[in-house]
């Protein structure tokens, strides 16, 4: 059974850091692209990174660029999340998700998500 | 704000058919991209429900189906249940935007 399991969200000041992390079972994890998303209070879902099976290829939304950080280790089946000079517009709920091929891709196994809030 | 509308809101009786709209525009939709849907009860794990336009992954009722035209799809749900009660969104590609798609503004479902 595939699972994604987020931890590493809580409270955070304005201009803060976070590092989240997205533990991954019951798949091949290194055969998959692996993306972030997120929900804000009140908001819908909101896509903001994405990276390929051997991290060549990185993608940012607009809103995160510069600040966010994706990483993975496929060694140790984990996708991770460095969010760097936080904005309490980046509260939310963060999502990680699993990629299939597709036009656009499609997120096929998603985690329950971790709360981050950026207050002060 | 998303380039793909949805309505805020859908109701219905259980046992009724609701349709939820997602429109769209020629850079995302109407340019060719498939769409997908997905179903979230906040708090938990969105769930992918229909994949390429109308495609549903293992597990999924049949009462799911999907369908796409011209600038627009459409989710509808036959022979709804309580426990269809969730948001739904659905998601595509736009050629003015990011590189895994953009998701619709999402629709609440409410089973009456």
């Known amino acids: 059974e595939v699972q994604l399991v987020e931890s590493g969200g809580g409270l955070v000041k304005p201009g803060g850091s976070l590092r989240l992390s997205c533990a991954a079972s019951g798949f091949t994890f290194s055969s998959y692209r692996m993306n972030w998303v997120r929900q804000a209070p009140g908001k819908g879902l909101e896509w903001v990174s994405s990276i390929s099976t051997s991290s060549n290829y990185i993608y940012y939304a607009e809103p995160v660029k510069g600040r966010f950080t994706i990483s993975r280790d496929n060694a140790k089946n984990s996708l991770y999340l460095q969010m760097n000079s936080l904005r309490p517009e980046d509260t939310a709920v963060y999502h990680c998700?699993?990629?299939?091929?597709?036009?656009?891709?499609?997120?096929?196994?998603w985690g329950q998500g971790t709360l981050v809030t950026v207050s002060s | 704000q998303s380039v793909l509308t949805q309505p805020p809101s859908v109701s219905g009786a259980p046992g009724q058919t609701i349709t939820i709209s997602c429109t769209g525009s020629s850079s995302n939709i109407g340019a060719g991209y498939d769409v997908h849907w997905y179903q979230h009860l906040p708090g938990t794990a969105p769930k992918l429900l229909i994949y390429d336009n109308n495609n549903r992954p293992s597990g999924v009722p049949d009462r799911f189906s999907a369908s796409k035209s011209g600038t627009s799809a459409s989710l509808v749900i036959t022979g709804l249940q309580a426990e269809d009660a969730a948001d739904y969104y659905c998601q595509s590609y736009d050629s003015s935007l990011t590189d895994s798609g953009v998701f619709g503004t999402g629709t609440k479902v409410t089973v009456l």
């Open positions: 998700a699993r990629v299939v091929p597709g036009e656009p891709p499609a997120l096929d196994s």
